[in-house]
């Protein structure tokens, strides 16, 4: 997913022929990483069977039930008030303001009926620096509607599930599943567990397989992903691949291994420095849903990726009124695009269409390649609960 969300899409379905998935004696192997496992502990619901990878247990908490039915929602959920568990405040305390005012009331009984008393600079420094909230970092996203690094709406429910239909030239290539699964505890901090899977049609299995699956974790309090797990059985490749982020240190840690039928065996390690703040290829599809997107502004946040440090940046075209199977839905047109090393890297004719309301659901993807578009567009929504 060099090109974030839409390269993976053309990349999946647009290969050469085969009617099967790839068989490898040794599949085993491909999922075991003690370097990793030994860095990275997930810690999800009892209910969910543990999947295949890292060193990960369970917990005691139950695993979230769908509340709705995949495919009843005819538009996204509407504005809610329900606040996200946990939700931390900000602003500072005013303990040095407390101790200033007890001062000053001490010297104001030795002052005359009637004097104002005037205040000291450090007092009114102290203040002022009470008012008002440490700014957002980084400076490079944009603050508004988060409290910190908290949206002050939480775009995401347990249980929610988007499914696509992807198609090339009218044709059904396949289906998309973005999934906000529940909670997990990541080395002993509360994520997001967000999940994508992609799996082939019927139609196109006879010439390609597809059945792919990414899991990646998100801390609740900062919104930085800590680790992603990749998962990818297709007919031409089995892959396992896994990425930590190290955001005491600002390193990113990638590990493959995957097996082809061209080359065989392959395995690779790569480590880099990132900034603060930066977000994973899979995480990104999700992290954008936190923005407002008006109208003609620009969003930015960083992006680490294949040893390299990318910014996502993202233009809101207009809103529409988008026609989908669910029946008109409004929707707001971003047009993404890449910088690398401060120069712009062209993606394309790409086009993202989010939902018009607090969830911010992706409801669309068109992605322009040399013959044609390939196109991901919404078929069914349960918004969680």
Known sequence: M?????????SLFLV????????????????????????????????????????????????????????????????????????????PTGKSAEKTDVKASTKTAAVPAGKPVAKTTKSAKTETAASEPAARQP??????????????????????EVVHDVHYFKVSAGELRMKVEPFAMVNNRKSYTFAVEIRTSSLFSSFYSVEDRVETFVDYEDLVPRVFQLHVKE??????????????????????????KDHGEEEKKQNWEI????????????????????????????????????????????????NTKLGPMKAI??????TLKGKLNPIGDNFIWLSDDDRKFILRIESKIKIGTLVSEVVSINPGR
């Open 139 to 160: 400076e490079i996203e944009d603050s508004e509607g988060f409290n910190g690094r908290r949206p002050v709406n939480d775009p995401f429910r347990v249980g929610e």
């Open 16 to 91: 050469s022929c085969s009617t099967s998935f790839l068989k490898y004696e040794k599949a085993d192997q491909l999922k075991k990483n003690e370097e990793f496992e030994g860095a990275v502990t997930i810690v999800k619901p009892q209910t969910e069977a543990p999947p295949e990878g890292a060193a990960e247990t369970t917990a005691a908490e139950p695993a979230a039930a769908k509340s709705e039915t995949p495919g009843k929602a005819d538009k996204p959920a509407a504005k809610t008030s329900a606040k996200a568990p946990g939700k931390t405040s900000a602003k």
């Open 235 to 260: 007919s031409g490749q089995l892959r396992e691949a896994k990425m930590l982020f190290d955001v005491e240190k600002n390193t990113a840690t990638f590990w493959e291994k995957k097996v082809t």
């Open 275 to 322: 900034l603060p703040y930066t977000q994973n290829v899979y995480s990104a599809i999700y992290y954008m849903r936190n923005f407002k997107w008006e109208t003609g502004k620009e969003y930015s946040f960083r992006v680490g990726n294949d040893n390299e440090n990318l910014v996502f940046s993202g233009k809101a075209l207009r809103r529409e009124v988008l």
């Open 2 to 10: 060099n090109k974030l969300l839409l390269g993976a899409l053309v």
């Open 333 to 338: 047109v971003v047009q993404p695009k890449i």
